[in-house]
């Protein structure tokens, strides 16, 4: 694990509807196109998150499946937005329905994701949260060629009761 842990950390807020938010910021000295490709290639996004089979593009819908989970399970996933190399949007509906907006910027020669995802309840956002933070974690080691995070355990115990999360695997 990096030094950086608290700017690698999402922050979680409550809206003014009662709903949370879950946003990560994360940036890299990298081109933009090479982000997204990492996001949306077959063959990236296998190496770090999982596989998605279906139409690609906005309406697009298909299975998506998170390989590096303990039981990978297919969940049904619907692209609401798509417009390279910027936005997507995801809606998925899993043991919970899940909207994900992902959101590329530049700024000098650095690309920044805002990763964002809204919660009807705070039912499981510390699961959630650490989840997505090992998720994103993967991600940047797939754009920076950093080794992967440590195995989930010691991520758990070093990142999870941070969101208020146990530290039991």
Request: charged fraction near 30%.
């Amino acid at each position: 694990m990096t030094e950086d842990l608290d700017t690698r950390r999402g922050e979680i807020a409550e809206r003014a509807d009662g709903t949370r938010r879950l946003r990560f910021r994360r940036s890299w000295p990298d081109p933009i196109e090479d982000v997204w490709a990492a996001l949306t290639e077959p063959e990236r996004l296998a190496r770090w998150i999982g596989t998605y089979d279906g139409d690609r593009g906005p309406g697009g819908t298909g299975v998506f499946t998170m390989t590096f989970e303990d039981e990978p399970v297919g969940e049904r996933m619907t692209i609401l937005e798509c417009d390279p190399p910027r936005r997507l949007v995801l809606d998925w509906a899993g043991e919970e329905y899940w909207r994900v907006e992902l959101d590329l910027s530049t700024d000098g020669d650095r690309t920044t994701l805002l990763f964002t995802q809204d919660f009807r309840t705070e039912h499981g956002i510390p699961d959630v949260a650490t989840g997505w933070h090992w998720y994103l974690d993967k991600l940047e080691a797939e754009v920076s060629g950093r080794p992967q995070p440590a195995d989930w355990d010691a991520f758990l115990a070093e990142v999870g009761p941070g969101y208020g999360g146990t530290a039991a695997g």
